[in-house]
């Protein structure tokens, strides 16, 4: 390792870098949550009702054997499941268009997505 | 290779943003003559978000209903929460001349209350191009 032009600093933390413990701490996975552990939207927002739904019926679609398949729900009320989500799209397209419904791909385990300020206190 | 580059200002990596319908409902209604005006934005680039978000009242201005629903995690814990389909543009509101950065079918999350931007550019877009930060010149381009 050339030392020259470094600081003294991070020459002695390069000293005691371990890369093989650091490298245990980067998570590697994104974050995913069981079926079971959906939270419920108890909020007024539009897709409450359809999110609640799915909650309740997850399970029964997953046990049909739809895993990775996409349904599409309106209100209480179950429109279709398909293989991919372009064709229950095209479904929303076409019966929905302006209209909230739920498309939605069936999951054992849910992704965590990160984003949309959520996870940090903004401020004006 | 089109490039866009902005000014790193104080309050981060801020970019004009246009949003509009999804192109699948946006060209069919263009071509009878109506459907909505888009709406013009600023956006902040975080590479800490997975997905785009746009704030709420942008979305009902133009009228586009939620589509999917996913969770995410607040600092409460996880809460569900809606994405619409649209179609997004980023572009140099200074000289709309140049390229525009456009996605014409993007999922976006709605954006938390609160948060002081309309738009949240996650790395769903950040992924279709090349991010270039030169830090002592304090500017930012995108390549795409």
């Known amino acids: ?124 | 290779m089109a490039t866009l580059t902005f000014p790193i200002v104080p309050a981060g990596l801020i970019v004009d943003v246009a949003v509009n319908l999804e192109a699948a409902l946006l060209v069919p209604l263009r071509s009878r003559g109506s459907g909505p005006s888009l709406v013009q934005a600023r956006g902040l680039i975080d590479t800490g978000s997975d997905i785009t978000a746009v704030a709420l009242p942008i979305l009902q201005q133009l009228g586009i209903p939620a589509i999917h629903k996913t969770t995410t995690q607040s600092i409460g814990g996880s809460v569900p929460v809606n994405l619409y389909r649209v179609s997004l543009h980023l572009l140099d509101a200074q000289n709309v001349g140049r390229p525009w950065l456009s996605q014409p079918s993007l999922l976006v999350m709605e954006l938390a209350r609160g948060f002081p931007f309309d738009v949240l550019i996650g790395l769903d877009i950040l992924l279709t191009c090349k991010l270039l930060a030169d830090g002592p010149a304090r500017t930012f381009t995108l390549e795409f």
């Not at chain 1, 005691?16 to 245990?24: E, G, H, T, V, W």
Request: with cysteine; proline share 6%.
């Open chain 1, 1 to 124: 390792m050339e030392e020259k032009g470094l600081n003294p600093v991070e020459i002695l933390c390069r000293k005691a870098f371990d890369p093989s413990s650091a490298r245990l701490l980067l998570p590697v996975e994104r974050p995913t949550m069981h079926f079971t552990e959906l939270p419920e939207d108890t909020s007024e927002s539009p897709l409450a009702t359809e999110w609640n739904f799915y909650r309740r019926e997850v399970a029964r679609l997953l046990s049909e054997g739809h895993e990775g398949r996409w349904v599409l729900i309106e209100g209480g009320q179950i429109i279709g499941v398909w293989d991919t989500e372009n064709e229950a799209d095209r479904v929303r397209l076409q019966r929905f268009a302006m209209q909230p419904v739920l498309l939605k791909q069936i999951c054992v385990r849910e992704p965590i997505l990160r984003g949309g300020g959520y996870h940090r206190g903004w401020r004006r």
